[in-house]
């Protein structure tokens, strides 16, 4: 029973990590926009034709 | 003169020389509005940043200093195709944003403690029937005390804050029990422990308070999400004022920006958005929004002009009042003081439910442990059966009967187009026996309408629409509108108080007065059929032609009383029109009962005698005259269309121009309640069941924790029925 010594504390580490992490997200507006972060994980990073005709029309 | 957009109110510093603003954005749906905006945002040079939350609908911009007119971006988004405009943060919603975070924060925090503790929980269940030494038994409930401790003193937090101020106003509320039940598990498993005893509570007190906050996160994101679409609403009403800021040069600021004793212009065809006195110029006014009256005031030198009046024909310098002193305004907020004292009085469900389950639960848990001495137990066993008791009938599954409906029901009304303003408005809605219709800007959309466009050849129509893109008049824009014109007529000319003129293939066409098209013949003929429209002339060449404008009722006005007929209410209207215009209107949609001309004051008198003979009124109405009246009413309605002060009145909002969202929200506050009732017996017939249990002293931390998970989990599934209801309300959708 004396790996319970070992095994206690990183059960409630693993735990403690899982909080911190949470909480850290919360605080950096992770929670914000829920609807949009679904989007945004499969938006593609880089049109090429698209920015580059809205920079045309800024341009002009 | 010259015009400027001067959105400097709007801006904020952020820092390192960077300038903040925030855009509420109409018409984003998808992650490809998304990407367009802020691409195209982006590549405005000295813009850092340009982030869309698609949830709340708004876009957050940031800028070098002194590099770029916020009025700019408008322009781009406009490019783009959306519509956009500045908004301010109301204090209301930046509260509900807080509160939202830290109910969050303490659903992690309990659910963390949740887990660790059915952790450590489990082995000591299965323990107590195998070989766990009575050391390693204590050593786990040493830990559980660790960490459930604290957890729960602050993720209970909303539940003790909540109780507490119940307490303090000497009334009760679910949070009571709910406090009382946690505590008390807590402070037993904390004494048993250190008796070395065999059962310790802390997993299902700490699992009780996950369950409910997962609950109130829920409640709390739907609110904070319709205060968020109501808040850009506001904004894109785009509130603005044309103020003079020299002797001959004018500025378009917001309205929060004008003070009292400044000087706006009010042009044809725009809404006055301030209270004022006119101080030169000459006009008509429709007031209809504030008194429901649609015939048009004249309005010139000294009369004065409230918030919400249409310029009609010539343009006014308005000299700004202080809001308070308007006499109008200062009558209707005195009533609706009265009458919104009266309405707080209303107890919702929940209070009432929680009001007799207390005291018998409190007392149940109290008769244990007396029975419990009387049959020869020692003091501690009995108490502690008495603590199980309370444990086992914490409200859990009470707790979520109603929230969880009230959330899943507030939900599918947000997709229909029907936003909450208030957090019981679903229950006293679905009470509703007698409906109240404003007429003007309710029953009828608040926009003029051509009536008779179909009998009209349709090539002159779209060419009196072309030509009527160049005045300001609004019996204009209706007549633009009806056609559908897109590009004005090159070379119109307008004539201020008579209409508009251009020579097309040589011919000269006009729009306008009748004596200015030389078609008062055709108008002396017609007119008199219909006594609240408005005529306008068409002539090219010899060939004339008459449009009649006026108010038209809601697309789906008809279908929707005839809807609510077989519902069981009684329907009403209570305009400040005139009566002919009034009985035309009841006659067309069929509702027996009409009165005309009434003031604020008669529609608040016929409420409370509605009320006196116990009938629950729901006001629809939309003006500022029936402000007060939809505050007097049990429940009340307004369009997005109405007034400011209706709109924050009224209980619910609803967009668009069809009035089926009054039937919608009906239907599903009716199946809302239903299942808030049903929550209860469910949550009670628990209950029932689990008391003997305890009572009897057999309970354990497993049949605790078994019981509470499953009712709980019983009750919010039943929830999710108010998601449809059964009166085939997909036909409404459309």
């Known amino acids: 029973m004396e790996v319970l010594i070992i095994l206690v504390p990183l059960a409630l580490g693993l735990g403690l990590a899982g909080l911190v992490a949470f909480l850290w997200s919360l605080k950096s507006g992770q929670y914000d926009d829920l609807d949009g972060a679904a989007w945004r994980a499969i938006a593609d990073d880089d049109p090429p034709q698209e920015t580059q005709s809205d920079l045309a029309q800024v341009k002009r | ?421 208030a957090g019981d408005a679903i229950e006293r809605l679905a009470e509703a026996d007698h409906i109240i219709f404003d007429k003007t800007g309710t029953l009828t959309l608040p926009d003029l309408d051509v009536v008779n466009a179909a009998a009209i050849p349709a090539e002159i129509l779209g060419l009196a629409g072309q030509l009527a893109l160049s005045s300001h008049h609004p019996v204009a824009a209706a007549v633009a509108q009806a056609a559908r014109a897109k590009s004005p007529i090159v070379g119109a000319v307008e004539e201020a108080g008579q209409g508009v003129r251009a020579c097309v293939d040589g011919v000269e066409i006009r729009l306008g007065r009748p004596s200015f098209c030389g078609a008062e013949e055709l108008v002396r003929g017609g007119a008199d059929l219909d006594p609240e429209a408005s005529v306008v002339a068409f002539s090219r060449g010899a060939e004339k032609i008459v449009f009649t404008v006026r108010q038209a009722l809601r697309p789906d006005a008809v279908t929707v009383i005839a809807a609510l007929k077989p519902r069981n209410v009684g329907l009403e209207i209570l305009s400040g029109d005139r009566e002919p215009a009034v009985k035309a209107a009841a006659n067309a949609l069929g509702i027996p009962e009409w009165r005309a001309g009434v003031t604020p004051a008669d529609k608040i008198a016929r409420i409370e005698e509605l009320k006196r003979r116990g009938t629950r009124v729901l006001m629809v109405g939309d003006g500022m005259n029936d402000a007060p009246s939809l505050a007097a009413a049990h429940v009340s309605m307004s369009p997005i269309s109405a007034a400011h002060l209706s709109q924050a009145t009224a209980d619910l909002v609803f967009l668009g121009k069809p009035l089926a969202p009054v039937v919608t929200a009906v239907d599903y506050a009716r199946k809302a309640l239903h299942l808030m009732r049903q929550n209860l017996w469910l949550a009670i017939g628990y209950n029932i069941l689990a008391v003997p249990i305890a009572i009897s002293g057999i309970v354990t931390p497993l049949i605790a924790a078994a019981a509470m998970s499953g009712s709980s989990i019983l009750v919010m599934l039943n929830a999710l029925r108010a998601r449809s209801t059964s009166r085939g309300i997909t036909s409404w959708k459309s």
């Open chain 2, 1 to 421: 003169m010259q015009v400027s957009r001067d959105f400097s109110h709007y801006v904020r510093a952020a820092g390192e020389g960077l300038q903040h603003i925030d855009l509420a954005v109409e018409g984003v749906h998808c992650a490809g509005c998304m990407a367009k905006i802020e691409r195209g945002l982006s590549a405005i040079p000295d813009v850092t940043l340009a982030r869309v939350n698609l949830t709340d609908r708004r876009v957050a911009l940031e800028w070098k200093e002194g590099t770029l007119d916020p009025a700019r971006f408008i322009d781009r988004l406009e490019e783009l195709g959306y519509k956009a405009y500045p908004y301010e943060t109301a204090s209301a919603e930046a509260t509900e944003v807080a509160e939202s975070r830290f109910l969050l924060r303490c659903l992690g925090v309990a659910a963390f403690a949740t887990m660790n503790v059915m952790m450590l929980s489990i082995p000591v269940w299965s323990g107590n029937v195998s070989d766990m030494l009575p050391e390693q038994r204590d050593f786990f409930h040493w830990l559980s005390a660790l960490i459930a401790l604290p957890a729960a003193a602050y993720a209970g937090q909303p539940f003790f804050r909540s109780a507490w101020r119940a307490l303090a106003a000497k009334t009760t509320n679910m949070d009571v029990p709910i406090s009382i039940g946690v505590t008390l598990a807590l402070g037993m498993s904390v004494v048993e422990t250190i008796n070395h005893a065999e059962h310790a509570y802390f997993d299902a007190a700490i699992m009780l308070l996950t369950f409910l906050l997962v609950g109130r996160v829920l409640d709390q994101n739907m609110r904070r999400r319709t205060r968020a679409v109501a808040g850009n609403l506001a904004a894109l009403k785009a509130e603005t004022a044309t103020k003079f800021v020299g002797p001959d040069e004018i500025s378009q600021v917001p309205v929060a920006a004008i003070n009292p004793g400044d000087i706006v212009l009010l042009r044809p065809g725009e809404r006055c958005a301030v209270d004022g006195t006119v101080i030169e110029g000459r006009s008509e006014i429709d007031q209809s929004l504030i008194t429901g009256e649609t015939l048009y005031v004249t309005a010139d030198r000294g009369t004065p002009v409230y918030a919400g009046s249409m310029n009609i024909s010539g343009t006014l310098r308005v000299r700004v009042s202080a809001a308070s002193e308007a006499t109008l305004l200062a009558e209707i907020t005195r009533l609706l003081d009265n009458a919104l004292e009266a309405r707080s009085r209303y107890r919702r469900l929940a209070d009432r439910a929680s009001r007799l389950y207390a005291p018998v639960v409190h007392a149940t848990a109290f008769l244990t442990v007396l029975g419990w001495v009387l049959a020869g137990a020692g003091w501690h066993d009995a108490i502690v059966t008495g603590v199980a008791v309370l444990i086992i009938t914490c409200p859990c599954a009470l707790g979520l009967a109603i929230p969880t409906v009230q959330t899943v029901a507030s939900g599918a009304m947000f997709k229909s187009g029907v936003l909450l303003n």
